[in-house]
């Protein structure tokens, strides 16, 4: 918790119930990211996209941002019981992102109530698994360097404890002072006052924690409800963390069986061909996204850059990174430039 902070109470939601990802959206505002980030999520999931609220979060990296999908069911029910609670303005926060960003190379661990672990890895996403099974999850990682947080963690993992790679403030606390990741987006965003107190602070609340308080006032539902989910989410949580692919509603062992065959799904076309433009193409926002057009033949993008030669300096990237592209100025709408030269950046798969 900053100290500081004035703003609205933040709420921790249980990770287990939010895939976060970090994932490369490479326009040039906001509702164009938030128009997009349905798709560039779409190979960790496998239920229709229209039963699953999509989050942008903060930007760790040039257009690469923390992002979170969570089923709008269980965002129903979250919403109902902040309304019980008087807490309508809330922030919802995935409680595993309450952990600092580790160094390269790190996971961040923090034992949590509930026989749980919280873990954040160093691209900025975090997820959750059950106690017993965080020494499964390690090693299924590779045994990443160890900040830990907080209690001791188990003897079998202490090999991979470093004392020097957690980041915390003199009392023990992760350094954080604005959520990496809100929630409450589009239908479910709050109403929030624009003057707040400087004397209110922000109250944490754990996930489990303010599940359990409002169920002793008589809402219990969404805890039976996850009672019921606890067993499959405990095999799925060590699945996400080495497999990202793996979608939230796969069976489990289908899909280990599948991962230990090595055939896994992969990324999709769309995706990967996104991510392999945008590390590609140069950075310091010289190139501003308008528009985006996908066939499988490749990515047709409505750029505005500052001159022509940046323009051939992008396309000179490309295809040194291995893709296949062309450039043509002047396609894209004059209305559409924000001081620079429109053009269109055509970008095929790798040669």
Do not use: C
């Not at 979170?68 to 595993?96: H, K, Y």
């Amino acid at each position: 918790m900053d100290r500081a902070w004035a703003g609205p109470t933040t709420v921790l939601v249980p990770s287990e119930d939010v895939l976060t990802l970090t994932v490369d959206l490479p326009f040039a505002t906001r509702a164009q990211r938030l128009s997009h980030l349905p798709y560039a999520m779409e190979d960790a999931v496998a239920e229709p996209l229209a039963n699953l609220h999509f989050a942008l979060g903060q930007e760790v990296a040039p257009r690469r941002h923390i992002a979170g999908a969570v089923r709008r069911a269980r965002m129903d029910q979250w919403i109902a019981l902040l309304a019980e609670a008087d807490l309508d303005a809330a922030i919802l926060l995935p409680d595993a992102l309450t952990l600092p960003v580790p160094p390269p190379g790190v996971w961040a661990v923090r034992k949590a109530e509930g026989g749980r672990a919280l873990i954040r890895t160093d691209s900025g996403s975090g997820f959750a698994v059950p106690l017993a099974m965080l020494n499964s999850a390690w090693t299924a990682a590779g045994k990443p360097r160890i900040a830990a947080l907080g209690e001791p963690l188990p003897d079998a993992m202490a090999e991979g404890v470093d004392a020097t790679a957690a980041v915390v403030d003199p009392a023990g606390d992760p350094l954080l002072v604005l959520p990496p990741l809100d929630l409450r987006q589009g239908p479910y965003a709050a109403t929030r006052p624009t003057d707040l107190s400087a004397g209110r602070t922000l109250a944490w609340v754990a996930g489990i924690g303010v599940i359990a308080h409002i169920a002793i006032l008589g809402i219990d539902a969404l805890l039976l409800h996850g009672m019921a989910e606890r067993k499959e989410a405990e095999a799925r949580a060590v699945l996400q963390s080495v497999a990202p692919q793996v979608a939230a509603t796969d069976d489990p062992v289908a899909a280990a069986d599948r991962l230990l065959r090595g055939s896994g799904s992969g990324a999709k076309p769309f995706t990967g061909l996104l991510s392999r433009t945008s590390q590609a193409l140069p950075g310091g926002g010289v190139v501003a996204f308008n528009r985006l057009a996908y066939e499988p033949s490749g990515l047709d993008l409505a750029v505005v850059v500052p001159d022509a030669s940046t323009l051939d300096r992008a396309v000179a990237a490309l295809n040194a990174s291995g893709l296949t592209a062309t450039g043509q100025p002047g396609v894209a709408d004059a209305a559409a430039a924000s001081g620079g030269l429109n053009a269109t950046i055509t970008v095929g798969g790798a040669r």
